[in-house]
């Protein structure tokens, strides 16, 4: 539950605080977010299934956002950012689409 | 993927997880949360920009399209600035074209008698009780002051005025006085004269000028040089019947 509130405090942060995103982080910024979404997904997923564990969520958490970003980033120093980009979004929508439908299942049972 | 997990039991899992008391590493977790709506929500706060999410190419394309713009606007900027120092060249010369023909029609008015005169100049009275003084004595104290320059000249006689200008007749009447431009005038008679008093009145006084000739046919004659002169009196012109101007060449080799 507490959580969750965290979650809300975060969301009224951002809007009321009014923060201009850093040139330097703006284009890891969305996949950082698409990453921990991910990562958010699949916790969901794992309190479902009887299986969450506090360390597993935050070790992965941190290491999926941490991932996308660098290889975003020597997309980037490579020339191929967009298209690393892109293929990190791919990989990781493909996982939230199916954390979302195992989570689906469980709940409703279809 | 768990298949041994019923709906029931998956919805039990979720309310024990919402309502479970905090344990080891709520706290790290509730940070993640934190962060992860922080994020969240400034990103989606942020200007939605356009060219952020343009490719290369596209951004190249925009690029060259706005350096044409720029160049089809500069082009149309020293056009235009072309055209206005045109038109402000124009307006200049048309502005000195005016003053010089409103210059030239003030000129042509007080030759032609059509505008009212005032300047330095002399005044002549003559008094003529015998009524001696016939239109060629007139007519030669006139000529005496054109000769000497005059510029706009008024004879008054009888409460009458003319102007006197290049087509004025002086002719006798036979009852007495002189008809100036078909005015009939009586004595006393008063001439008016704008010039340089200075020349005005010595060439009137002339030996053998005008002033004797007054004198001898009988009138008495006193000429003032100290006045502001007013030629007030106008003289009708009327658009020439018969002439024309001439050639442009012939003008232009007349006039110069």
Request: cysteine-free; overall charge negative; charged content about 15%.
């Amino acid at each position: 539950m507490i959580p969750v509130l965290g979650l809300v405090v975060g969301i009224l942060l951002g809007v009321v605080l009014d923060v201009t995103v850093p040139a330097a982080f703006e284009p890891y910024l969305p996949i950082a977010l698409i990453a921990s979404l991910d990562a958010l997904l699949g916790a969901g997923r794992a309190t479902l299934e009887g299986v969450f564990d506090d360390r597993v969520f935050v070790v992965s958490f941190l290491s999926n956002v941490l991932l996308a970003t660098l290889i975003v980033f020597v997309g980037n120093q490579l020339g191929v950012g967009a298209q690393l980009t892109t293929a990190v979004i791919v990989v990781l929508g493909i996982r939230i689409f199916t954390n979302a439908a195992a989570m689906r299942r469980l709940l409703l049972g279809a | 993927m768990s298949t041994d997990t019923t709906p029931a039991q998956a919805r039990a899992r979720l309310s024990q997880a919402l309502t479970s008391r905090p344990r080891r590493g709520t706290a790290l977790i509730t940070v993640l949360f934190v962060i992860v709506g922080f994020v969240a929500a400034v990103q989606f706060a942020a200007p939605d920009d356009v060219l952020d999410r343009a490719s290369r190419t596209d951004l190249i394309q925009i690029l060259n399209s706005l350096d044409t713009r720029s160049d089809q606007l500069s082009e149309e900027i020293s056009r235009l600035e072309a055209t206005r120092s045109e038109l402000l060249a124009g307006a200049d010369s048309s502005e000195a074209a005016q003053a010089e023909a409103e210059a030239r029609l003030e000129t042509l008015g007080i030759l032609a008698g059509t505008v009212a005169a005032e300047g330095p100049g002399v005044e002549l009275a003559i008094s003529d009780p015998a009524g001696a003084v016939d239109g060629s004595t007139m007519l030669s104290v006139v000529q005496e002051l054109r000769d000497a320059g005059a510029e706009a000249i008024q004879i008054d006689g009888n409460q009458r005025s003319v102007r006197v200008v290049a087509s004025s007749a002086f002719v006798d009447v036979p009852s007495g006085g002189v008809s100036v431009a078909g005015i009939a005038l009586s004595p006393p008679y008063s001439v008016l004269a704008i010039g340089d008093p200075g020349t005005l009145a010595p060439a009137l006084r002339i030996p053998g000028g005008a002033v004797s000739a007054l004198e001898g046919a009988g009138a008495t004659v006193s000429v003032r040089d100290d006045a502001i002169v007013v030629v007030d009196a106008l003289q009708e012109t009327s658009p020439p019947s018969y002439a024309s101007p001439a050639e442009p060449e012939t003008a232009e080799s007349d006039r110069g």
